[in-house]
């Protein structure tokens, strides 16, 4: 069984940046789809970016294009998120998911995937 565990979360200034990391166990990475969700306190846990298995294809919410980017490395099981020009409203829980699947893909919905970490707190103070 596939297991996510997150790190390098923490407390930020506005306008400041931080890196997250998302390890996976197991020999199944390089099939999985990858994404990272986040959630605030008293919000719905949401999307906030994507990455296929091996083509490399990201996307991500509108609220953060152009300040957040998400990356991989097959090769040593991991999934980043490297966030830039943090806004207090940035400030939730992060979890990366993932889905083991046959076909290079982008998965959106919260409910598309079946493993999860077990989150990291960023807060972003102003």
């Known amino acids: 069984q596939v297991q996510l565990v997150e790190s390098g979360g923490g407390l930020v200034q506005a306008g400041g940046s931080l890196r997250l990391s998302c390890t996976a166990s197991g020999s199944s990475f390089s099939s999985m789809a990858m994404g990272w969700f986040r959630q605030a306190p008293g919000k719905e846990r949401e999307f906030v970016a994507g990455?296929?298995?091996?083509?490399?294809?990201?996307d991500y919410a509108d609220s953060v294009k152009g300040r957040f980017s998400i990356s991989r490395d097959n090769a040593k099981n991991m999934v980043y998120l490297q966030m830039s020009s943090l806004k207090a409203e940035d400030t939730a829980v992060y979890y990366c998911?993932?889905?083991?699947?046959?076909?290079?893909?982008?998965?959106?919905?919260?409910?598309?995937?079946?493993?999860w970490g077990q989150g990291t707190q960023v807060t972003v103070s102003s």
């Open positions: 998911a993932g889905k083991a699947l046959s076909y290079n893909a982008i998965l959106w919905k919260e409910t598309s995937y079946n493993l």
């Open positions: 990455i296929s298995q091996s083509t490399g294809v990201t």
